[in-house]
């Protein structure tokens, strides 16, 4: 295995592990098609470095060009020529097909989770000391109007979460309340799902506006209970700087 | 080998080996994931009529069903915390004509007031689920109901844009027929495809169009009807779609690929052998 081929191959596998398995490692996965293009990109620079002088550029070609065109092969060889010949217009025309053929699935979503709240909501303070009445309140009044889809444990499985696309927020999950601060729940709540941006798909949610059922200070102590019933603490301005 | 040959080899090789590899790599790309559930009704093309009265129809049990999850309606007062119907199955066809939708639902009693709804939008405009309730930064559009309840004995279409706009059109093109036997409701919606009517949703096979589902529970409990007006159980905005009629060009296509294929390989091998003997 000393011919360039056969170090061109080496390196494409070796590329190919290296992306497939090692860089997942510390990093996301790559989708296949960037995949693809790496490797082409490899095959690329190797046909490059082999095509610079006569020399490397027989030893590299010679024994393409033999296998392609057939000369002096039999046995193994010869069947893997035919093979090859073969399931290559057969790929191809496999590949039209799955491209053109029709699709049974609906359009892709791209949902803003978190979109940027409107200016008059950023910066909020909560007016109320978080004292243990105020968090008592607020927690009792999270069961009557949210734990029905958010869920007694806070996790986003109440009772009413089946069914609804796009589900509840579990605010015990690090990646919610956690991330955010208390004047953005404060809009979420206040405004429900019909106050959210169009690129967050306000038509989907089941998010009531309770503005029009619940005042301002049950608002603001139910986000004191929701921090203090689910272990997460708001995201502060001290912290971004 | 001359340059030129070698390069004429190098490049045909190179095409070859990245359009396999492309074939094997695009074509491992996982599809979509839906979660759990369905996401989409499809409406099977049929040449025949559809079962537009007829629940029971033997037709219907050759079609894959899609299921979905329903919850209490706690979004807007009245509300309820517990519904009886958990989830739907729902099964479509359709002849280019017209649209049959049939809705399997399990509800252990056969009561007067037991009513269903199709909910879609309307137009191009998106529409909270939610009777199309105002949006506060999108603007929205109307929605399309089509409601059946047993002690109708019929369908009413209807609009609604927000709260208490709900309304049944002055042109009724829906019919339904309810039929319930062992705790299981049966029930059958059919409409053209295209009415006309710029209140109606207008269906065009090939095109994916949103849909949600309510149902009522009418059992009387303690002298009052357990489920109706706002307490009733829905689901979320899904997806449906008409078949479209199959498109036989596709293979033709498909052979226009191979052939292509089969003769550059062809041209390659030529083009390489020739070079050889100069």
Known sequence: ?241 | MGYKKIFNVALGLTLMVTGVGASCVFASDPPPEGGAGSVAVRLFLTEGAVPADDPNAAVWNTIQPAEFKLAPQVHWPDRIQEVTVKSVNVRGIHNGQDLAMLLEYADPSEDAADAAAIEFMVGDKMAHFAHGQEMLQVEGGDVNIWYWKKEHGKATDMTAKGFKTLRPQENQNVSATGAWQDGIWRVVFSRPLQTGDEQDVQVTPGEWRNVAFAFWDGEIVDGAVKEKGSQKAVSSWWYFRAEPPPDNSIYGYVVLGIVLAAGFEFFLVRKIRRGNES
């Open chain 1, 1 to 241: 295995m000393k011919g360039p081929l056969a170090k061109t191959a080496i390196l494409l596998v070796g590329m190919y592990v290296f992306l497939k398995f090692v860089l997942p490692l510390v990093t996301a996965p790559l989708p296949a098609s960037l995949i693809f293009l790496y490797l082409a990109l490899t095959l690329a620079s190797a046909m490059i470095f082999y095509t610079m002088s006569g020399g490397s550029l027989d030893e590299f070609m010679g024994p393409v060009g033999r296998f392609l065109t057939g000369s002096g092969q039999a046995g193994v060889a010869g069947t893997a020529r035919i093979l090859v010949f073969v399931v290559f217009p057969l790929l191809v025309g496999w590949q039209t097909y799955t491209r053109l053929a029709p699709s049974d699935m609906p359009p892709a979503e791209n949902r803003t989770i978190h979109p940027a709240p409107p200016g008059e909501f950023v910066g909020l303070a909560n007016p109320y000391p978080t004292t243990p009445e105020n968090v008592m309140m607020g927690k009792g009044l999270y069961a009557a109007f949210c734990s029905p889809c958010h869920g007694a444990n806070f996790d986003g499985k109440g009772p009413a979460a089946v069914g609804f696309n796009p589900p509840p927020a579990n605010f015990s999950d690090p990646g919610t309340i956690a991330q955010l601060q208390e004047s953005y729940l404060f809009w979420r709540i206040k405004k429900g799902g019909v106050g959210l941006p169009v690129e967050a798909m306000p038509w989907k949610s089941a998010m009531p506006r309770w503005e029009v059922e619940l005042p301002d200070e049950w608002i603001w102590k139910i986000i004191m209970g929701e921090y203090d019933g689910a272990g997460q603490s708001p995201r502060t301005w001290e912290e971004e700087e």
